[in-house]
T-cell receptor, first 113, second 114 residues
Framework: TQLLEQSPQFLSIQEGENLTVYCNSS?????LQWYRQEPGEGPVLLVT?????EVKKLKRLTFQFGDARKDSSLHITAAQPGDTGLYLC?????????????FGKGTHLIIQP | DVKVTQSSRYLVKRTGEKVFLECVQD?????MFWYRQDPGLGLRLIYF???????EKGDIPEGYSVSREKKERFSLILESASTNQTSMYLC?????????????FGPGTRLTVT
């Protein structure tokens, strides 16, 4: 089983601050997804990155896929209380089937007003 | 808008009961999945299905079975519920033509076994 390590596990910051969460592995992935999950709900897909070095932006969220396609980061600028949630990364191995998806354990993010 | 629905948001069952969790998707997706989510352990794949009447074991299939009689519906069955099956259960679906990691999740069923 491939591992995806997410860090930090927990992060609590004030509204308006910037933050970065990381998703690291020793394995190469064909694509990597980021999800956000709010309490009592299922994860919601935010973005997919596919190409090494790829950067995608979603409003104040910036996602980057590492050059070697083994790691990824999520940067939030000027965090808002609405950004609070559990952020999950998931990596799919090349040629893998549905069981080839590996989830990280998540980063619990709290943005305090 | 894509939609995955689960039959119950909260469920309380007694040890030894047979439990059915239902999941329905309206996106005509080929792939469907059942996960459980526990604090500190993340999401773990229980079973998945590529097609009607097809099923494959995931990482933790023991104590569970599944049924997929129709494309849009995937059921998870706990044959004899035990307290260690208390968890959040998440159903997901994805298109066979899309990326395997791009899954659409239901709202989850929080199951408590007493």
């Amino acid at each position: 089983t491939q591992l995806l390590e997410q860090s930090p596990q927990f992060l609590s910051i004030q509204e308006g601050e910037n933050l970065t969460v990381y998703c690291n592995s020793s394995s190469v992935f064909s694509s990597l997804q980021w999800y956000r999950q709010e309490p009592g709900e299922g994860p919601v897909l935010l973005v997919t990155v596919v190409t090494g070095g790829e950067v995608k932006k979603l409003k104040r969220l910036t996602f980057q896929f590492g050059d070697a396609r083994k790691d990824s980061s999520l940067h939030i600028t000027a965090a808002q209380p609405g950004d609070t949630g559990l952020y999950l990364c998931a990596g799919a191995k090349s040629g893998g089937g549905a069981d080839g998806l590996t989830f990280g354990k998540g980063t619990h993010l709290i943005i305090q007003p | 808008d894509v939609k995955v629905t689960q039959s119950s948001r909260y469920l309380v069952k007694r040890t030894g009961e047979k439990v059915f969790l239902e999941c329905v998707q309206d996106m005509d997706h080929e792939n469907m999945f059942w996960y459980r989510q526990d604090p500190g352990l993340g999401l773990r794949l229980i079973y998945f299905s590529y097609d009607v009447k097809m099923k494959e074991k995931g990482d933790i299939p023991e104590g569970y079975s599944v049924s997929r009689e129709k494309k849009e519906r995937f059921s998870l069955i706990l044959e004899s519920a035990s307290t260690n099956q208390t968890s959040m259960y998440l159903c997901a679906s994805s298109s066979a033509g899309g990326r395997v990691g791009e899954q659409y999740f239901g709202p989850g069923t929080r199951l408590t076994v007493t």
